[in-house]
């Protein structure tokens, strides 16, 4: 079993940047993909940005050019830095692996909340 936890949301203002962390605990030595997905108020759950042990990395459209996704597997942790945040960007930001699978894993983490004001 792996346990996600996630960090970092807030409140922030239009054009601020964030950055959210998520480290892994349990059986963290056989994760391969960790991701990042929100989910928007009555919006379905979507890809943000995923990564694998390796460090190829794919983005989601919510991600593409604005965020940047990293990871320490020595603290195994999976980091997402957001930058020139919208209020668009506004929902739960969950943290997400898998054994396997680059992205769309098993294991989730309880979520964050990031709020973006105008």
């Known amino acids: 079993q792996v346990q996600l936890v996630e960090s970092g949301g807030g409140l922030v203002q239009a054009g601020g940047s964030l950055r959210l962390s998520c480290v892994a605990s349990?059986?963290?030595?056989?994760?391969?993909?960790m991701a990042w997905y929100r989910q928007a108020p009555g919006k379905p759950r979507e890809l943000v940005a995923a990564?694998?042990?390796?460090?190829?990395?794919t983005y989601g459209d919510s991600g593409e050019g604005r965020f940047t996704i990293s990871r320490d597997n020595d603290k195994n942790t999976v980091y997402l830095q957001m930058n020139s945040l919208k209020p668009e960007d506004t929902g739960v930001y969950y943290c997400n692996a898998d054994p396997r699978a680059f992205y769309g894993g098993i294991y989730w983490g309880q979520g964050t909340q990031v709020t973006v004001s105008s």
């Open positions: 990564i694998t042990r390796g460090g190829t990395t």
């Open positions: 349990g059986r963290s030595l056989s994760i391969n993909g």
